[in-house]
């Protein structure tokens, strides 16, 4: 009995959460836009721009090595 | 950091087309449907891989001539970075094919030749580990790479043309350049293929000079 309420109460809250998904404002700002397809940009662009500020890191390491065998060899 | 301007610009540039190669509007085909952005991505791996093996050529020819020890170098790491560019274009390459021609790797004569281009750049790199003395290693691995260089453009790009291939570009198939009616795609990928190969020679450079360090290092001790 105890279980049929309890089925009962999750039937009740999922058809809620549809109706209200149907009732739902569709905000069009622009991330959601078109498919979202704008999410998947800034994850490429987020990707893109870490491996090029790595790179970037990677070569001030070596500038700054050349620096020090530079000095020690003159 | 020597010159760092020519870097971000690179950043800047292959950053724009990751936005533009998604969202700039593409030519409506059969087949190629949304996988004709692919153009943005796959084929300036290849075009990184010709610039930097097109340098190993030059720096191979210019060893030959002053037998500087830092040419021949130079000319390994153009190589050593080709490489990956060339598996990026492989891997990338597959992937489509699996999709849109129902396998990843059908015997097509363009993925066939660009597979044996591959294997010459990689005897290249073998040939040089085998040999012991370090005039006769740069001497013997600069002649082999001024062959391998027209033998590979032959592969990628004149034989596939004279034969039917399913690739895009190939045999009977129209190049972008037929399939882009109003030239939406051309300043999109122009601009990738000059960001992508400024990166692939900023790669190069980084490991040039890790192995210019590392032979200094060598020579101190």
Redesign the interface.
């Known amino acids: 009995m105890k279980l049929k309420y309890f089925l009962f109460i999750i039937m009740l809250f999922g058809g809620m959460m549809q109706l209200q998904a149907a009732n739902s404002v569709d905000m069009a700002f622009d991330l959601r836009a078109s498919g979202k397809i704008y999410v998947v940009v800034l994850v490429v662009l987020v990707i893109f721009f870490g491996i090029a500020l790595y790179l970037f890191l990677l070569d001030k390491k070596i500038s700054k090595l050349e620096e020090e065998f530079n000095k020690r060899e003159v | ?2 010159k760092k301007w020519w ?1 971000v610009l690179a ?1 800047v540039l ?2 724009l087309t ?2 533009a190669g ?2 700039a509007p593409v030519p409506e085909l059969p087949i190629l449907n949304e996988t004709i952005r692919n153009v943005y991505y796959h084929v300036p791996m290849w075009f990184t891989m010709i610039s930097l093996y097109l340098i190993s050529v030059i720096y191979s020819i210019k060893y030959l001539k002053n037998g500087n020890h830092k040419d021949d170098i130079l000319a390994v790491e153009a190589v050593n970075t080709g490489v990956l560019f060339c598996a990026l274009g492989l891997v990338t390459g597959m992937l489509w094919a699996n999709i849109t021609w129902g396998e990843p790797w059908p015997n097509d004569p363009k993925l066939n030749g660009s597979a044996i281009a591959t294997l010459m750049y990689l005897a290249y790199l073998v040939l040089r580990n085998a040999l012991e003395e370090e005039q006769k290693k740069a001497k013997i691995s600069a002649v082999y790479n001024i062959f391998a260089f027209p033998i590979m453009i032959v592969m990628l790009y004149i034989l596939p043309k004279m034969t039917d291939s399913l690739h895009p570009g190939s045999g009977g198939n129209s190049t972008f350049g037929d399939l882009d009616m109003d030239n939406n795609m051309r300043p999109v990928f122009y601009t990738a293929v000059i960001g992508w190969i400024m990166i692939g020679i ?2 190069c450079s ?1 490991r040039y ?2 192995r210019i ?1 590392n032979d ?2 060598n020579s ?1 001790s």
Do not use: C, E, N
């Open positions: 950091m020597r870097k950043v292959v950053g990751l936005i998604f969202l900023w790669l980084l000079r890790l360090l200094r290092k101190m």
